[in-house]
């Protein structure tokens, strides 16, 4: 029994070495640059436990722990309004821009969503590394879907403990304005994403 | 400097074919560098393709044409072993040519 | 993508093996023909001033073939192809490419002797997506394809 | 948020975000390399390199010709394809731009710093000395396979941390490089992504490296492949020829070996 605790220490405590060379070895070989600092490099407990191959056999209690503390940071929109403007929420989808050093940090940050899905399908230029979400007020407008889908742009780490969607809200990288917007986007009968496939 | 046009011109069923590549920054003049400073316009703006001291094609561009810009012409009467040659000249005065041989 | 050696030469080595096609840039000096460069169908801003400044509003004909991708990787280098069926549309002494929503829409601009072909190929930029126009001019008389091209947005941002 | 009234409705809504793989990424924009044709540029670039290898610069005036590439003093064919490689003069892994860092700094006397400053163009700029001696470099092994030396610990040791750093996600976006680069026949909206974790797409990227990039009319490196990636990863800048960008690049070659050297290529 003490062997196998002993092992498992090990075992912890060499992975955290390795992040620890990691992050020593990047801290080494970056500097700042514009607004963009070394501090960065810093992993938050999330990132230090979702840096393995897709492969990597996932420590199952740590990813709940993990998820439950990302849904817990999860606030509700103010008056419990998930639907802003699907227009403004168009252009943020649009809009890649953002936290780059190469980007001007008084600029309104992007979503960089086509980056990833599918929205408009009118849109050609879409990335493939997120699902197509195309449609995707169709899916329904009902209480679950709208808090299913502000929790994922808030933090998807609630739901898929290593996704590699970003934390939009958890992270501050778009307001809360931005993402109702962003919702309206996805949900409103008028918007592009809902129009019909041409 | 190495030369900074690169020529080749290869005979076909009736005609030959040129094609060259020019090295050039074809700057449109809107474009500002690291410190901000506009970056003046500076591109090719005559191009003349010449066989045995005829001109067969007399090119004229503007700043849109790409930067290392490329040019692809055909013409008939061409032979084995005939000179071709290319000169271009820019908007601040600046030239260059280069020459081959048809194969 | 990553073998470009156009004349088949190279492996290593290119250099050894094509230096004695190339000529170091002093030659003798020019040969310009008596022609002007059309300085202002250059500085048009719009496709009717353009029209205008090249007389008249060219009337489309089959018989230009106008090579240009539906798609663009990259704006900044659209490759343009312009050939005229001769038998169809003889006696072309000018080719025009010309893209819509540029700053200045005329790209360039291909004088043809008779001695040449009406076939043009050349890589101009494109600032946003919109309508190229390849222009023939036969006689004093302008006629045109058209073609659209979609300008893409980077990945990473733009 | 009130958490438990939906939770039973959660599991079937996760399952509407899972993923639905399309893979027609290839060939959108076929029509455009085609009308391309071959013709790169990067020649020009080439032909500077050669002339600034044999040049007298720096304050010994000695040109570059005795600089070892991992091959010994002066042989410059085959080097490229070998690298990065464990020098025992810099008591390092090295890879073609701290390489070359190395003699300029050695041989010729320049100062590091100025070397490192001026290593990649900037806007505006058309091509550095650096960027200039890798295309030529990497041109003098186009058609060799891949194969960096893998012999000493140092360089084993480089393939393992460039594998971690490769998995390492931190910043606002919670990026690392496996985010785009860990699937195969994805894309990043219309760009392809290779899977830098298998052979096949370790080696088309590696192979085609350095690049005549078309949207910024110059030759880029690898190394500033890894530092602009970094950049769209939000991550602060990586100085050329350090730990992290040569233990990345290693990581890159050695799941590249095998394959065959196609540089400068011709990118975006």
Redesign the interface.
């Known amino acids: 029994m003490q062997t196998i605790i002993r092992i498992c220490a090990f075992i912890i405590f060499s992975s955290a070495l390795?992040?620890d060379?990691?992050?020593n070895?990047?801290l080494?070989?970056?500097?700042?640059?514009n607004f963009?600092?070394?501090e960065?490099?810093?992993?938050d407990e999330?990132?230090a436990f979702?840096?393995?191959?897709?492969s990597a056999t996932v420590d199952e209690p740590r990813a709940a722990e993990l998820r439950e503390a990302a849904?817990k940071g999860?606030?509700?929109p103010p008056g419990e309004n998930y639907l802003g403007d699907w227009q403004r929420g168009e252009k943020v989808a649009i809009n890649g821009r953002g936290?780059?050093?190469?980007d001007d940090p008084d600029q309104a940050n992007g979503g960089n969503c086509?980056?990833?899905h599918?929205l408009d399908p009118t849109e050609?230029?879409?990335?493939?590394?997120?699902?197509?979400l195309s449609g995707y007020g169709a899916?329904g407008q009902n209480?679950?879907?709208l808090?299913?889908t502000w929790?994922?742009l808030w933090n998807t780490h609630a739901?898929?403990v290593c996704s590699?969607m970003?934390?939009f809200g958890a992270?501050?990288?778009l307001t809360t304005q931005q993402l109702q917007d962003v919702m309206a986007f996805l949900f409103d009968p008028e918007s592009p994403v809902n129009r019909p496939q041409p | 400097?190495?030369?900074?046009i690169?020529i080749r011109a290869q005979l076909k069923d009736d005609y030959c074919e040129v094609?060259a590549?020019m090295?050039h920054?074809?700057e449109t003049g809107l474009?500002?560098?690291?410190s901000g400073v506009a970056?003046p316009a500076n591109f090719i703006e005559d191009v003349q393709v010449v066989h045995n001291d005829a001109v067969v094609m007399q090119a004229y561009w503007g700043a849109a044409v790409?930067?290392?810009p490329?040019l692809g012409v055909r013409f008939k009467g061409g032979a084995q072993g005939d000179v071709v040659k290319i000169i271009w000249r820019d908007n601040q005065g600046d030239s260059g040519s280069g020459e081959t041989t048809i194969r | 993508?990553?073998?470009?050696?156009?004349l088949g030469l190279?492996?290593?080595?290119?250099?050894k093996a094509s230096s004695a096609l190339w000529v170091a840039a002093t030659l003798p000096q020019k040969i310009w023909a008596a022609t002007l460069r059309p300085a202002a169908a250059f500085q048009t801003t719009t496709l009717e001033a353009t029209f205008e400044a090249l007389g008249s509003v060219p009337k489309f004909s089959d018989a230009i073939l106008f090579?240009?991708?539906?798609?663009?990787?990259?704006g900044?280098?659209v490759?343009v192809?312009i050939e005229v069926d001769a038998a169809a549309l003889p006696g072309v002494s000018k080719l025009y490419v010309i893209v819509e929503k540029n700053p200045n829409p005329v790209a360039a601009v291909f004088e043809v002797p008779p001695s040449a072909q009406p076939y043009a190929e050349t890589?101009v930029k494109v600032a946003q997506t919109g309508k190229l126009y390849a222009v023939a001019e036969v006689d004093g008389q302008l006629f045109m394809t058209e073609k659209e091209t979609k300008v893409?947005?980077?990945?990473?941002?733009g | 948020?009130s958490?438990g009234f939906?939770s039973g409705?959660?599991a079937t809504?996760?399952g509407?975000?899972?993923?639905?793989?399309?893979?027609e990424?290839d060939g959108?924009?076929d029509?455009?390399?085609e009308?391309?044709?071959?013709?790169?540029?990067?020649?020009?670039v080439?032909?500077?390199g050669?002339?600034i290898w044999f040049t007298p610069a720096g304050p010994k005036s000695v040109s570059l010709a005795q600089c070892d590439l991992g091959l010994g003093p002066g042989v410059v064919?085959?080097a490229y394809a070998q690298l990065p490689r464990y020098f025992s003069d810099a008591q390092r892994v090295q890879d073609i731009e701290a390489r070359l860092e190395y003699c300029m700094t050695h041989l010729q006397g320049r100062s590091p710093d100025k070397v490192r400053a001026n290593a990649y163009s900037?806007?505006?700029?058309?091509g550095t000395e650096l960027e200039a001696l890798v295309a030529w470099i990497a041109?003098?092994?186009?058609?060799?396979t891949i194969a960096p030396a893998q012999a000493h610990a140092k360089e084993r040791s480089a393939y393992t941390?460039g594998e971690?750093?490769f998995?390492?996600?931190?910043?606002?976006?919670?990026?690392?490089c496996?985010?785009?680069h860990?699937?195969t026949?994805?894309?990043?909206?219309?760009?392809a992504?290779p899977n830098l974790?298998t052979h096949q797409g370790a080696a088309a990227a590696y192979?085609?490296w350095p690049a005549y990039r078309?949207?910024?009319?110059i030759v880029r490196t690898m190394g500033w492949r890894m530092r602009d990636c970094?950049?769209?990863q939000?991550?602060?800048?990586?100085?050329m020829g350090?730990?992290?960008?040569v233990?990345l690049q290693t990581y890159l070659s050695v799941n590249g070996a095998g394959g065959s050297m196609?540089?400068?290529?011709?990118?975006?």
Request: charged share 20%; aromatic share 8%; glycine share 8%.
């Open positions: 390795h992040a060379e990691s992050y070895v990047l080494n070989s970056m500097v700042d640059k963009v600092t070394v960065r490099l810093k992993q999330l990132q979702c840096s393995q191959p897709r849904l999860v606030p509700t936290l780059q050093y190469s086509y980056a990833c599918q050609l230029a879409y990335g493939t590394l997120g699902p197509s899916r209480p679950a879907m808090e299913y929790t994922k739901y898929n590699h970003p934390r992270a501050g990288i | 400097m190495a030369s900074r690169r094609k590549l090295r920054p074809m474009r500002k560098d690291q970056i790409s930067a290392n490329f | 993508m990553g073998n470009w050696d156009p190279t492996r290593r080595g290119f250099i090579s240009t991708p539906d798609i663009a990787e990259n900044a280098v490759p192809k890589r893409t947005l980077g990945g990473c941002g | 948020m958490k939906f409705l959660l809504l996760v509407l975000w899972s993923f639905t793989a399309i893979s990424t959108v924009f029509e455009y390399r009308l391309m044709g071959d013709d790169n540029p990067a020649i020009f080439i032909y500077d050669e002339e064919e085959g900037q806007r505006g700029e058309l041109d003098q092994s186009s058609g060799l941390l971690s750093l998995y390492y996600r931190a910043g606002p976006h919670d990026f690392s496996a985010t785009c860990e699937q026949g994805r894309r990043i909206r219309l760009q992504l974790t192979s085609t078309v949207s910024q009319g970094m950049r769209q939000r991550m602060p800048e990586l100085i350090s730990e992290a960008s233990a196609a540089a400068p290529g011709l990118k975006r």
